[in-house]
């Protein structure tokens, strides 16, 4: 459902970066791109010094990062930050509020799950990367409700090969050849696995990425993009809960254009596809990608409306199923859907395949995998069961909310 | 390490047809490659018809399977078993001795597992395909001692497009032209799970193939291949086991020609190398492709020994291990090596991911994965630790015989 050049990036992988691109192999020339965090030193590594070598290998594709004691109060460069009279520099310029509301969100969301949690709580990491951006990453991991719980931000600068630039937006002259075209990207990825059988798994991730080359850089007009997507995955259906989780997507939608809900539904489902088993992953939500074709300004209301809605839409059902009694039967069931989860995640989502093909910082990219996952031969619900529900659902996607 | 276009195919799938190929880029003209079964009709699709949806979408790549109650004498064209004159289609033929060999590997392997295990038994399908060939799966799930194990045989009559065979074998005249080229493929493989943290997991994969154009097809002269390997996985290392393990293997290769051991050992600790670890995937043992430059009799007597080296190579180590006392944070270490053994099949292996694209009967493809696996944040071994010294083998292959 995505251009076959200039796609989405990650949808469910939390280190996403918000760059689009298609496959790694349009990408071999982004020698400058520095969309990943190379290796951090550990105790594994100190003695033989491997890390040098990973780092040499793939340094065409990041630059490492470092690691940062505190959080800086923005991870833009400072000419973004300036007044240089170039609009997208100014503080209140789109990539800085976009920063300000995706750290609002991550501070939120992760407040939110500790206060629900009570016991858990989140670790931090942040990083910087010497040219500019950088991250915040943070995990909760073996609460008393969250199984394992990654927010993440990040803000890119990189540089995209001009190929995929044009083939992203094609220029009025076909004959113009631009060079390398820098671009920014930043964004906010989670993915959230609870204990409890009936408590399900949420996924959200919204980004924004601008090209920045020079004002009439001939070839490579300036241009902007919005995409995400929040998304539930439960072990068993209770049809309140989706219900529920569904309305508040479409609410979030409907505030901006009618046809949001429906389309991004439907994109939902078309994404989250594990084709191998002919199954979505769960139960959908909404998914965007490669929006510019709206007002700037009203497309960062709505990813600010839809990232502010994960709260509404999720915690509600944590509360209502985070003690629910569960039998060894119903865990192992949650732990082959997981097995899904990890089948989906490390076979099609663009953003952990990429990320783990260029070098991305891979405790932050496989931060979405469930803490535990199950595979069993040949399992098969018995019909009109309550796991067969749930499968059927995921095979045939319904309409929640009518 | 392989060749870009026709390298081998799976290597630790069980479900591995031992085609040569790329990608599955590479094989999109495969119109009529019987390589894959189709789906079952299970009760989850019964209903709503899906299994029919899926197999036409992907029609051109498999022909479907039928179940079969009973295993045929042998999964062989008849033409293949006939006196046509033609040698290949004797019943002393490499294909045939092969498919005899694998059979009886099957058998002798799965016997020994059930022998050492005690309760668990194995579950068989048994499938065919309308054009010709077919395969026994057998899977013994949560026994006493193996958590998982499968061991499976497929024979496969397929067609290969030109590009593919000529590529890996160019023709004298580069003009020729030759049509799509049938083949046949044979092989064995097995991924065995212990529960025991201390008893290591094996994989083992023997393959046979060869083209089977009309002799003298301008082109397309008859070739064949063989490939394979051995290679243990432990959580924990136990020098002796890894050294026995390694001995039984450098044995059957030395028995042939004493540059096997040491080029094969190297080929696998190359192949199982998952990349955005920087890790192996386990020990090692031997991994070979590709090999058709010695003589046919000698690699069809190669082969045998190594597929017959499984159980004195593995038996003796399980049956040490099994009972070893351990603690939860064993079992959990275990676990999170779990995680890497998918990391590595889902993402890098080549039979798993060329079978989950082509639509492969999904439970043979992923029996290879271990019945739970674990994944937790940022997670470092104690420098110094049994745990750490199994990780920095992984980083550094470490040469097992001196």
């Not at 190379?38 to 033989?48: A, D, E, L, P, V």
């Not at 070839?219 to 902007?224: D, E, K, L, S, V």
């Amino acid at each position: 459902m995505l251009p076959a050049i200039l796609s989405s990036p990650s949808s469910s992988s939390t280190s996403t970066f918000p760059l689009r691109y298609s496959s790694p192999s349009s990408l071999t020339n982004l020698s400058s791109l520095p969309l990943t965090i190379g290796c951090r030193r550990t105790s594994k590594k100190s003695t033989h010094n491997n890390c040098s070598i990973r780092v040499q290998a793939s340094s065409r594709m990041i630059e490492k990062e470092t690691p940062e004691t505190e959080r800086p109060h923005t991870f833009l460069r400072e000419s973004d930050e300036g007044s240089s009279g170039d609009e997208s520099s100014k503080p209140n310029s789109v990539r800085a509020r976009f920063e300000k509301m995706i750290r609002e969100v991550q501070d939120s969301v992760c407040a939110a799950l500790e206060d629900v949690d009570g016991g858990g709580k989140f670790k931090e990491d942040v990083w910087s990367r010497p040219g500019g951006g950088g991250g915040i990453s943070r995990v909760l991991q073996d609460g008393d409700v969250f199984e394992k719980a990654g927010v993440n931000v990040s803000v890119v600068y990189g540089v995209m090969p001009p190929e995929a630039y044009r083939a992203a937006r094609p220029v009025d002259n076909g004959n113009t050849k631009p060079g390398p075209i820098p671009f920014f990207a930043a964004g906010v990825s989670s993915v959230i696995h609870p204990k409890n059988p009936f408590a399900p798994t949420v996924h959200f991730n919204y980004r924004y990425f601008e090209t920045d080359a020079p004002k009439d850089t001939p070839g490579a007009p300036r241009q902007w993009w919005f995409g995400g997507g929040t998304d539930l995955t439960p072990a068993y259906i209770f049809e309140e809960d989706v219900k529920h989780f569904h309305s508040v997507q479409k609410g979030a939608c409907d505030k901006f254009d009618a046809s949001f809900y429906p389309r991004f539904k439907k994109w939902c489902d078309d994404y989250f596809y594990i084709k191998h088993r002919d199954e979505r992953r769960g139960l959908g939500g909404i998914f965007f990608d490669d929006l510019n074709d709206y007002d700037q300004e009203m497309l960062l209301s709505f990813s600010t409306e839809c990232a502010n809605s994960v709260i509404p839409a999720y915690i509600p059902i944590i509360e209502k199923r985070k003690d629910t009694p569960f039998t060894n039967e119903h865990k192992a069931w949650q732990q082959l859907r997981r097995g899904r989860y990890v089948e989906f995640n490390l076979v099609y989502d663009r953003g952990t395949t990429f990320g783990l093909k260029t070098g991305g910082r891979i405790e932050s990219i496989l931060v979405s995998l469930p803490l535990s996952a199950r595979w069993e031969y040949d399992h098969q619900p018995v019909e009109g069961s309550e796991e067969w529900k749930l499968l059927d659902a995921c095979i045939n996607p319904k309409e929640w909310i009518c």
